[in-house]
């Protein structure tokens, strides 16, 4: 028989449980989530304006049918992401998230080898208010490019890339895409940008001689928070272009819709996040003069091997064991994302 004292440790234990099962419907709460309420408004803010100017509104379809169909949100590869979103919500944040790369560790161990190399600099009476703008803005351009270049080398890597065929064996786009991703690419895309901002939080730090802070809403950077407002929008079939001028400049929606198509001309193009600089300098960008028509999923037939959250799991470490095992890794053959076709 159980005493009162395992009685109430049985239901503490029991509380926690539930509580981290249910966590995952509450992320419209949390800031760092893109389903943070304020982020679901402006996204169908943005739905709305597009609706304004869309083909389906010309065709006589409300807005309910145009952008919340039953054939996407329905589709076999929504409820996949749906399920593995669950899952990997409660697994992966459970056993994992702990150890994710941190900005703050690696600004201060930056700033602590360049104090100890040469001197700690005296800090300023006051942090200028113009310091605090410099850095939110250095900070947010190596961060984007930490993630364009993480995302890049997913792209170019073979063995990064057949990680990220999971992301990529998404035949429909929903809100929900966005979290199809293996844990390792979680890892990767992670660490990247933490660390480049970091470098740069650590040296500023260093040069201006105090813990200067970036300007934040919610407790998220500025910039990121206007950028996941918009960001659910990124994996969507909702077209919202920001026109052929400013498309050289910032990654529309559209963009990002093309970098999932399965049409040659659109594969691994548009890979930057928010700024389009990256992709302009690294030649992989592409803007379309208007909307266009394309199937989305690797385009070789296998999307289907990554419908299952287990197999979302574990096709990535099969198809590198084959790899490896074929003897390309190790033949001096050049190491690329593989095409569509391939």
């Not at 459970?94 to 190399?117: M, Q």
């Not at 959250?309 to 590198?320: A, G, K, L, S, T």
Request: charged residues 15%; positive net charge.
């Amino acid at each position: 028989m159980l005493d009162a004292a395992d009685l109430a440790q049985l239901q503490s234990t029991l509380v926690a449980v539930f509580t981290h099962l249910l966590k995952p419907l509450f992320t419209w709460r949390d800031p760092y989530s893109y389903f943070f309420w304020p982020f679901l408004v402006v996204a169908l803010g943005l739905c709305a304006l597009a609706y304004r100017r869309s083909e389906a509104r010309r065709e006589g379809r409300n807005f309910f049918a145009a952008y919340f169909p039953k054939a996407i949100w329905g589709h076999r590869s929504a409820l996949a992401d749906y399920r593995y979103w669950y899952v990997n919500q409660i697994l992966f944040a459970l056993a994992l998230g702990a150890y994710f790369l941190s900005t703050a560790w690696v600004a201060r161990s930056v700033r602590g080898e360049l104090d100890g190399a040469f001197g700690a600099v005296p800090a300023p009476v006051e942090t200028a208010l113009a310091a605090k703008l410099l850095l939110t803005i250095l900070y947010f351009i190596a961060y984007d490019f930490g993630r364009f270049l993480a995302h890049y080398t997913l792209h170019h890597v073979t063995l990064l890339w057949l990680i990220h065929k999971v992301h990529h064996s998404a035949e429909v786009l929903t809100p929900l895409t966005n979290a199809r991703a293996h844990p390792l690419e979680l890892f990767w895309m992670a660490g990247v940008p933490s660390a480049l901002g970091g470098i740069v939080l650590g040296v500023f730090m260093h040069v201006h001689g105090a813990d200067t802070g970036v300007f934040t809403i919610f407790g998220l950077h500025v910039f990121v928070f206007v950028y996941n407002a918009i960001g659910n929008l990124r994996h969507s079939h909702v077209w919202l272009s920001w026109g052929p001028r400013f498309s050289y400049v910032f990654v529309s929606r559209a963009q990002h819709q093309l970098h999932h198509s399965t049409r040659p001309e659109h594969f691994g193009r548009n890979i930057g996040y928010a700024l389009a600089l990256w992709d302009w300098l690294f030649g992989t960008i592409y803007v379309p003069a208007k909307e266009e028509r394309f199937a989305m999923g690797l385009g070789d037939g296998s999307e289907a091997k990554y419908l299952g959250v287990v197999r979302m799991y574990v096709q990535p470490f099969i198809d590198i064991a084959r790899y490896l095992a074929s003897g390309r890794a190790s033949s001096g053959a050049p190491i690329g994302a593989p095409t569509p076709q391939s």
